[in-house]
């Protein structure tokens, strides 16, 4: 099993690590420390050695941070984890705080009224810190650069990881890395720039069509790069994560050095160095103005054609699809046997839908590890299913089924929420609000330019007639056997950035009831260019990946529109006509009765 099953929050450990910090803070005269869940590379995903807010709090969701005063520790949450870390943190000693409606700096200024908070300037990026300093203007309140305060106080904390890093073939990637350097490297010429710091896992991972180990559930290095205007990469990693074949794959123009080369290595480069403030460490730039190297501010040249997915990508990306929703449709075939004769637990369902995917022998790993929440689970939207909270699969209830896989040819995400005996009337009438949401992303049309922000309505709108709403975008960016969750792209009311073709996108809206259920339906969608029509205006469309059937029990037929029930029966004669051959008897004909026209 790549999903374990332990509990991993102890709330009970908070109250005396937060009282070592806070020793630490008053040896250093500071007021205060900031723990952000966050690594040297700012990726969403982070291994044991960096999990400092979870080792301090007992908090283990995927976006958060705390501040910790004297007398207040602050643990800011999104509308995702609102009701996990209720659950995971003693309330007595740690203070929920509800992010971003309630800015880290009015919190600040609300509870002090001067004095230096700390912060470890290789976890927070330029951005970040530029924010909270125009926040605290004239409050009298500072942001002093120190070494980690929690890492001083840690005593078993994990070491870095060791992963092994491997060659990503060139026939998957649809390019060569040679040809991304230098593309990249012509770019950096244009601008007037000598090298680019690359900082982000995902990014040097694509740039060089390696994979690797370091982080759980996403096949990253964890790195760093520069490259430089000529082309050339100077790749700082440990060595040892590297055999000969990689090493070799790498090729003469991407030299490897160790992670402590890399200070040395910022102070030597001649400037203006490219920077990305909104994902770089601001350490970085603190090293090149200690050696004055010009730098400049920039994106990470890697990030938008990351994005922008090859052809070869997207063909592979159809056929991890396809193994998927093969497997998926086992799974769900399994589940509707099993599930009416009672026993089942979530972990049950979760073990068996991994049995599932391993059984097509080319999983690599889980994409992430699967929700699976039963009746009142499933309104904590990114619950992780312990020992300590399994729960029995019963009648009546909506069991919502997050998961995803890593499989070398593609990442694949989906999310259904299914039936268990008869929820009722008004589970059935919230899941086709949903389903509803999910149908117009999928049938947008919309002119080029458009971002994330101006789509993520359409989602909204029918749980908005009937006032309800979810506290999530509507659907995050998602890599080519890369991370499953990838920026810069989004359908989301931050989505600023412009679709374009070529991007893979979830598409995830949701509805939660606390205390009752949740739902969410989840396809993987592609940006392509539209056919003209009309006035012959660009425009883009979204071609759907994910070929999995809905639960046709739990739609409210006469809340459909005649092109949204149109758009369903379509979509589900398309599952059978692309998932039929790959699998047969019982799940066969389980399959053609779920796919079946309304």
Not at 215 to 231: C, E, I, S
Not at 338 to 345: D, E, F, K, R
């Amino acid at each position: 099993m790549f999903q374990t099953f332990t509990t991993t929050a102890r709330p009970e450990l908070g109250p005396p690590r937060l009282a070592a910090l806070r020793a630490q803070l008053a040896g250093a005269g500071l007021a205060g420390f900031l723990v952000p869940r966050a690594d040297a590379h700012q990726g969403e995903y982070v291994a044991a050695r960096d999990e400092r807010l979870a080792w301090l709090t007992g908090f283990t969701g995927s976006a958060g941070f705390a501040i910790v005063l004297p007398d207040v520790a602050g643990v800011f949450v999104d509308g995702r984890y609102r009701l996990q870390v209720r659950d995971q943190v003693d309330l007595d000693a740690f203070t929920p705080v509800d992010w971003p409606e309630v800015k880290p700096g009015d919190w600040l200024r609300q509870h002090l009224t001067g004095g230096e908070i700390g912060f470890d300037p290789w976890l927070h990026t330029g951005d970040e810190i530029a924010r909270l300093e125009e926040a605290l203007a004239g409050s009298g309140i500072g942001l002093r650069p120190v070494s980690n305060m929690i890492d001083a106080i840690w005593p078993d904390q994990p070491a870095p990881p060791l992963g092994r890093a491997f060659a990503h073939p060139d026939a998957l990637a649809g390019e060569s890395s040679a040809a991304k350097r230098a593309r990249l490297a012509e770019d950096l010429r244009r601008a007037g720039q000598r090298a680019s710091v690359i900082t982000l896992p995902d990014s040097l991972c694509w740039l060089l069509n390696i994979r690797g180990a370091d982080v759980p559930r996403n096949p990253v290095l964890h790195g760093f790069a520069v490259l430089f205007d000529d082309g050339r990469v100077t790749l700082y990693a440990d060595p040892g994560k590297f055999d000969a074949e990689t090493r070799s794959h790498l090729g003469d123009h991407v030299t490897l050095r160790p992670e402590t080369a890399l200070v040395p290595g910022l102070h030597s480069l001649q400037g203006p160095v490219r920077i990305d403030r909104s994902t770089a460490p601001l350490a970085v730039r603190m090293e090149l103005d200690d050696a004055g190297v010009d730098w400049v501010w920039g994106d990470d040249p890697c990030r938008l054609p990351k994005a922008c997915k090859t052809g070869a990508e997207i063909a592979a990306t159809r056929a991890a699809h396809l193994r998927d929703g093969a497997a998926m449709v086992r799974f769900l075939h399994w589940l509707d046997g099993a599930a009416p004769q009672g026993g089942l637990t979530e972990i049950d369902v979760v073990t068996a839908l991994e049995g599932f995917r391993r059984a097509t022998n080319a999983l690599h790993d889980l994409s992430f590890d699967t929700i699976c929440g039963a009746g009142p689970n499933g309104a904590i939207m990114h619950y992780r299913v312990t020992e300590g909270t399994n729960r029995a699969i019963e009648r009546d209830m909506l069991l919502l089924v997050d998961s995803g896989a890593q499989y070398q040819d593609g990442t694949t995400d989906i999310t259904r929420t299914m039936a268990i005996g008869d929820p009722g009337d008004e589970a059935a009438d919230c899941y086709t609000r949903v389903l509803q949401g999910l149908i117009a992303i999928s049938r947008a049309r919309f002119p080029k330019g458009l971002a994330g922000r101006d789509l993520d309505p359409l989602a909204r709108a029918p749980l908005w007639l009937a006032g309800q709403d979810y506290d999530h975008g509507t659907g995050h960016g998602v890599g080519a056997f890369l991370s499953v969750h990838e920026g810069p792209q989004r359908l989301s009311r931050l989505g600023e950035v412009a679709l374009a073709p070529g991007m893979i996108l979830s598409n995830e809206p949701g509805y939660y009831r606390p205390g009752a259920f949740g739902i969410r339906l989840e396809n993987l969608i592609v940006v392509q260019e539209a056919p003209p029509l009309g006035d012959m205006r660009a425009q883009y469309a979204f071609e759907t990946l994910t070929f999995v059937p809905f639960d046709r029990r739990l739609v409210t037929l006469a809340m459909l529109a005649p092109g949204e029930r149109d758009w369903l029966n379509s979509y589900h004669a398309e599952v059978l006509a692309k998932i039929g051959p790959l699998v047969e008897g019982a799940v066969l004909a389980w399959l053609q009765a779920a796919c079946a026209p309304l």
